[in-house]
Nanobody, 131 residues
Framework: QVQLVESGGGLVQAGGSLRLSCAAS????????TAWFRQAPGREREFVAA????????????ADSVKGRFTISRDNAKNTVTVYLQMNSLKPEDTAVYYC????????????????????WGQGTQVTVSS
């Protein structure tokens, strides 16, 4: 099993920045995909960003709505993987509960945008952007 623990959410004014963290522990994989999704009230969960790690190489992918403003990164330590989401130039429409997800890399990398590709999820962290 893999356990995910998120942190870093909060309240920020429009134009501000936040950095989310997600620590994956347990039976982590040597090659993996990890992603951030978000869900606003009354809306479906949507893809934000993903990064894969395999054989020393990372590959990132972003939703159009956050491209140029958000940056996803990851860090490997012994038995722990930490994924970060640096969020800059935040807008009120970025307000949502943010979830990290983790699993093996899907056969087609483009599938990292699909929530169904991930078995392991964090508990979510609230991000609120005031106007």
């Amino acid at each position: 099993q893999v356990q995910l623990v998120e942190s870093g959410g909060g309240l920020v004014q429009a134009g501000g920045s936040l950095r989310l963290s997600c620590a994956a522990s347990g039976r982590t994989f040597s090659s993996y995909a990890t992603a951030w999704f978000r869900q606003a009230p009354g809306r479906e969960r949507e893809f934000v960003a993903a990064v894969s790690w395999s054989a020393g190489s990372a590959n990132a992918y972003y939703a159009d709505s956050v491209k140029g403003r958000f940056t996803i990164s990851r860090d490997n330590a012994k038995n722990t993987v930490t994924v970060y989401l640096q969020m800059n130039s935040l807008k009120p429409e970025d307000t949502a509960v943010y979830y990290c997800a983790y699993d093996l890399i899907p056969p087609r990398f483009s599938a990292v945008v699909a929530a169904t590709e991930y078995r392991y999820w964090g508990q979510g962290t609230q991000v609120t952007v005031s106007s």
